[in-house]
């Protein structure tokens, strides 16, 4: 029996890149998929049509995880479309990088928005069933970022440190419910976008790293399977760091 067969899992921003990957990886292991996507709907409908071809139900909704309402509509809708929920998956993120002396409240505002008010909308969002089913598992895509900070990311660093602290909380109020709460803190993971960077510049970056190597988002897929099968049914408020040693 696969991991995650008979379970459905909601994936916010995962039309590319980390979430893309997780999406790919869950499906392989059973799991019926429904994601989010913002403008891409090229790029969401290739999804669609890669997961269904491996065998399981898919379907793409164009929402924004950082609109409250909006996040309870796509949750009321896909349990209606899908009859079950049983895994939230947190990833949609931005950034908008720029030392303090250069952000503008805007810049501030709109990052910890996407990436922190998001988490807390589609958490509250999935609570009830979760409750009623006694039974859920909450993974929020955090960063290394979060945990050590980064010159010219105070924004982004602020809202992946508040994720750290949100599923903390959220494990030790809803574990007696079975509903388990953890996040990820990737480092330093190759994708389309970091495919852009100067060779020579992505080589330096993973020198740094104890495992002289990038991460592929199958390595915070993977991770992902894992907290959201039974695999990691005696697992909460903890945050597994996908980094190759980045942070010890």
Same mark, same amino acid.
């Given at each position: 029996m696969k991991l995650l067969e008979n379970k459905t899992a909601i994936i916010t921003g995962a039309s590319r890149g980390i979430g893309r990957g997780i999406a790919q990886t869950l499906a392989k292991h059973g799991c019926s998929i429904a994601f989010t996507f913002n403008t891409n709907i090229e790029a969401a409908t290739s999804l669609v049509n890669e997961l269904n071809t491996i065998g399981v139900k898919a379907k793409a909704y164009k929402s924004n995880a950082a609109d409250f309402? @909006? $996040? %309870? =509509? &796509?949750?009321?809708?896909?349990?209606?479309?899908?009859?079950?929920?049983e895994i939230l998956i947190n990833n949609a993120g931005i950034t908008k990088d720029n030392l303090l002396m250069r952000m503008g409240e805007e810049d501030f505002d709109e990052v910890v928005k996407v %990436? &922190? =008010?998001?988490? /807390?909308?589609?958490?509250? @969002?999935?609570?009830?069933? /979760?409750?009623?089913?006694?039974? *859920?598992? &909450?993974?929020?895509?955090?960063?290394?970022v979060g945990v050590k900070g980064n010159a010219g990311q105070a924004n982004y660093a602020a809202s =992946? @440190? *508040? !994720?750290?602290? /949100?599923?903390?909380?959220? $494990? &030790?109020?809803?574990g007696s419910r079975n509903i388990r709460s953890?996040?990820?803190? +990737? *480092? /330093? !993971?190759?994708?389309?976008?970091? @495919?852009?960077? +100067?060779?020579?510049?992505?080589? *330096?970056w993973r020198d740094g790293i104890p495992l002289k190597r990038g991460g592929k988002p199958e390595d915070v897929a993977n991770t992902c399977v894992f907290l959201a099968s039974e695999l990691s049914s005696y697992v909460t408020g903890q945050v597994l760091h996908v980094d190759g040693g980045m942070l010890t």
């Open positions: 309402d @909006a $996040a %309870n =509509k &796509l949750v009321e809708d896909v349990i209606s479309d899908f009859n079950s929920l %990436n &922190l =008010k998001s988490v /807390f909308n589609m958490t509250k @969002a999935v609570q009830r069933t /979760f409750l009623k089913q006694r039974n *859920g598992s &909450l993974i929020h895509m955090s960063s290394v =992946k @440190a *508040g !994720i750290i602290g /949100f599923s903390k909380s959220i $494990a &030790l109020e809803l953890n996040v990820i803190a +990737p *480092g /330093f !993971i190759e994708t389309e976008m970091t @495919a852009r960077l +100067p060779q020579d510049v992505v080589q *330096g």
